[in-house]
């Protein structure tokens, strides 16, 4: 064969393969399910925020720099088939350059997720607990998506220059969105890098990583021991071992007796049914601490 036609066809091979690579988007937000857990930050792209991960997604693009799609999930070893979706895990936060931390509440912006037709909106006051859609895996145990990520202030306006966050995690569901395929990872940042007016440089940016903020993010692990240990103590009202699942917003296990125990917003809480005369019970810390967990 021709050197020259060889040459085209390398060329060609090297130039598909490196676009292969580029679509993954930047950054590649990776996972892999592996020993019943997803591995969060398999391809190496998040940065350390304390002992969370944190993905940083700058708006550069000059055309439309408060809104970016080029950020990516991408996934392996996805092998029992459903739906990979997202959750969040926090209210939208802002950094404060006076204050030097991260702000909960009192700014306008929100934060808009879009995938295909599924879109989710939160503020400072609004949307933990919320899910998305990322992928649904019929064919294969791989996924690649690209979720469309907006920020403008609650009326319309441009957002300021700065830094905005959101925690959220990734996990599997069965199609009906009912049983719980793929655990929920460990919570990761989402933090949003706006320099449209040149107000907010790169430096600026490696401060507020340097901050984590106070805020409480649910560990899904340890709420499942506590639920076990629930269980093997108070028979009467757990009489059998019951799948964890989200209901509305509570992580919860119901029983054949129709009672459920769930936990929402660091809360316990039980039900004589589905949503039914809902009681709370107190801070999950103090169950924590009565388990010894």
Known sequence: MNKFVLLFIGLFLLFFSVMAIAHEGEPNMAFRWNDNNIEVDTQRQGRALGDYTAFVISF????TPYRMGDAGFTGSSFDQG????????????KWSEEQSQWLKDGFAEQVEISRLADENIVTDEEGNGLQGFIATLTNGSSFEAHPVFQIKKTDGTLPDDGAYM??????????????ILYKPSIPFAL????NAQAN?????????LKVVPEIQLNDYNRIDALF???????KELFPHPAESRFIFGYYARCYDNSVCVGSKNGEIYTTSGVLDDIVEHGSIEAFYDLAGL
Do not use: P
Request: proline residues 0%.
């Open 60 to 63: 550069t693009d000059s055309f």
């Open 82 to 93: 459903g739906i990979v979706a997202y959750q969040t895990e926090s209210t939208l936060l």
């Open 166 to 179: 959101v925690f959220i995690n990734i996990l599997g569901l069965d199609e009906s969105g009912e049983r």
């Open 191 to 194: 933090v949003f890098h706006i």
């Open 200 to 208: 907010f440089d790169r430096l600026a940016l490696s401060q507020t």
């Open 228 to 234: 076990n240990w629930a269980e093997s103590q108070f």
